[in-house]
């Protein structure tokens, strides 16, 4: 069949009735979805793809002599759940290396570090800002490798980094996503002279630069990248510099990289499996979580520091993958930015050690210490609320003692030693790798923590079959998805679906000649002070509303999907 809209952006047959699928039902779903970052998707290549694996091993070759050079740099950039990982991988990597006397991870994150807890309007959308970020990142660096991360080969940041690097001989450009090259976003990017389709035709062709794109089908909930593509980006790098790390060590030479890959596959794919031994708990905090949210209660993540507390040989960045999978909520289902909050010890201290950015000043989602739940969160709990410890340190266990005393229900997710004292207990069986540490746990939490807030999401009423009805156009990419969205729930052509959009983001019933012609840029920056513009325009596209209707049926009920299915047959 022939495809004209990304992967990433495309339903995923499996989970077309995940809203009505009930608590177990979405995990389940969830498990199936997950299986495909492992087993590929249709006829596409995956992981264990012979093409893949001697893409992973060229890059790693590159890596290697770049980091083997004295001013040598390696450069993770993306926008969004991408940059957040960037930021991730940058911190486990250089943690790795310091053995190895190195520290030459860095990463971008569009928007810049207020970004790492919210999304920054229009930041992902401008290429030329994505070059001067790159520029003052490098430094005086000579050789460098930078990793483009864009799930759906899409974002406009990272397409203007991606040409400053191939312009570079000394450089080398890794362009890294989920989605087939001829099927990258071909549509112009504002003041930019080329589209994103065309730079990925370049990197592909040219001889200083590389794609990394194992296939790993549509998300469970569509275009919800946050999952199947983060954990994959989250698998690929590791694998990759895990693998850097030991050739350069000489644990590894070029004749059994293969194995090595493959055996690191194996032991992901084995943690995946041992998450979902606890598919029954799971759903039950699920089913808790969901209740929370329609009582206009919250969810809280509550975590350790792990590596930056430098506390045992196997420190777990639980309350960093807390705090990332928290941030994420706003921009995907238009949520609250209190309805799921992420708390890390140390907060700003945990992910700048060096102490030179704390922005907890600037809004009260940007205080995310231990002590800034303990001071502000905790004598507000409820029976509404729901408290997820991410380890089982002496600090987590006086928290949730504490949260209990207030009525809320509290979770323990632990992977090693004794559990807390919790309602619920989700634990984490895959164990230490031998090469590659904790990575398997981490990607295991990360699952069961997506599971945790798309399942409550769902159960909330946020999504309409497995489409997100109700999310915050903030970017050129969600702008043009929700197009998508419409025209695909609604059965009506991109221009119509078009044209209830704007009417939605205007708030009017007849368009002007300005409003149609409107720059993306502008109906963004105008959707900022609508509210449930997505509900709106599919209630508008119907053609059985007018704009005030629309906002008075939403009004009476505000679950999209009951307004929707009583006029959508």
């Known amino acids: 069949m022939e495809r004209k809209r990304s992967l990433t952006e495309t339903p995923n047959p499996l989970t077309g009735n995940i809203d009505l699928a009930g608590p177990l039902g979405i995990v389940r779903l969830l498990r199936q979805t997950d299986a495909q970052i492992f087993a590929g998707f249709e006829t596409y290549p995956g992981f264990y793809d012979k093409d893949v694996l001697d893409a992973i091993a060229r890059v790693a070759s590159v890596a290697q002599e770049i980091l083997e050079h004295p001013r040598g740099r390696v450069v993770f950039s993306g926008a969004g759940t991408s940059g957040r990982l960037a930021m991730f991988l940058a911190r486990e990597f250089n943690a790795m290396f310091r053995s190895l006397d190195k520290r030459p ?16 309007e229009g930041a992902e959308d401008d290429p030329h800002q994505a070059q001067k970020d790159l520029k003052q990142c490098i430094g005086n660096a000579e050789r460098v490798l930078y990793f483009g991360i864009t799930c759906g080969f899409s974002a406009p940041y990272v397409a203007g980094q991606l040409e400053y690097a191939l312009d570079n001989p000394q450089w080398h450009a890794v362009l890294v996503g989920f989605n087939p090259v001829e099927l990258a976003r071909a ?32 998300e469970p909930i ?24 030991n050739l350069m060590k000489g644990n590894l030479t070029s004749s059994n990289l293969r194995e090595f890959l493959l055996q690191s596959l194996f032991a992901y794919e084995n943690a995946y499996r041992k998450t979902y031994l606890a598919v029954d708990t799971l759903a039950k905090v699920v089913e808790h979580a969901g209740s929370c949210l329609r009582q206009k209660g919250h969810i809280y993540y509550l975590g350790g520091a792990g590596r930056a507390a430098a506390v045992g040989e196997n420190p777990v960045d639980a309350g960093i993958l807390g705090l990332i999978d928290a941030s994420e909520c706003p921009p995907t289902f238009g949520a609250d930015f209190e309805d799921v909050r992420g708390f890390v010890e140390g907060g700003w201290k945990c992910l700048f050690p060096d102490g030179t950015v704390d922005l907890s000043p600037r809004a009260p ?11 502000l969160k905790l004598s507000t709990l409820s029976s509404h609320d729901i408290c997820i410890a991410l380890g089982n340190t002496p600090q987590l266990q006086a928290l949730i003692q504490e949260a209990q005393s207030q009525g809320a229900k509290v979770v323990n997710v632990v992977w090693t030693g004794t559990p807390l004292e919790a309602d619920f207990i989700i634990p984490i069986t895959c164990g230490v790798d031998e090469y590659l ?34 999310l915050r156009i903030s970017n050129n990419k969600l702008f043009h998805r929700t197009i998508g969205i419409i025209s695909d729930l609604m059965k009506v052509s991109p221009d119509e679906a078009l044209d209830a959009l704007l009417k939605a983001i205007f708030q009017t019933d007849e368009l002007t000649d ?28 119907t ?10 049926a939403l009004a009476r009920n505000p679950i999209v999907r009951s307004v929707i299915s009583e006029y959508v047959k």
């Open 222 to 245: 569509t275009g919800s990248t946050r999952m199947k593509s983060g954990t994959a980006t989250k698998i690929l790098l590791e694998m990759l510099f895990v693998a850097v790390y």
């Open 365 to 375: 989602h940007y205080r995310i210490s231990l002590e800034d739940f303990q001071s």
């Open 543 to 552: 053609g059985r509303f007018t704009y005030k209707e629309a906002r008075a």
């Open 514 to 541: 300005a409003q149609r012609e409107a720059p993306v840029s502008l109906c963004i920056e105008t959707a900022k002070t609508a509210e449930k513009v997505v509900p709106t325009a599919l209630l508008l596209a």
């Open 187 to 218: 549509t112009p990017v504002e003041n930019w002279p080329v589209s994103f389709k065309v730079t990925a035709e370049r990197v592909a062709s040219a001889e200083n630069g590389s794609i990394l794109n194992p296939i790993v089908g549509p």
């Open 437 to 470: 540490g904790v990575a398997p746990i981490e990607m295991s939490l990360k699952l069961i923590l997506n599971a945790i807030t798309t399942g409550a999401h769902v159960l909330a009423g946020k999504v309409f079959g497995n489409r997100m009805v109700d």
């Open 105 to 120: 991870f860095e990463y971008i994150i569009a928007g810049g570090p207020a970004a790492l807890i919210q999304a920054q």
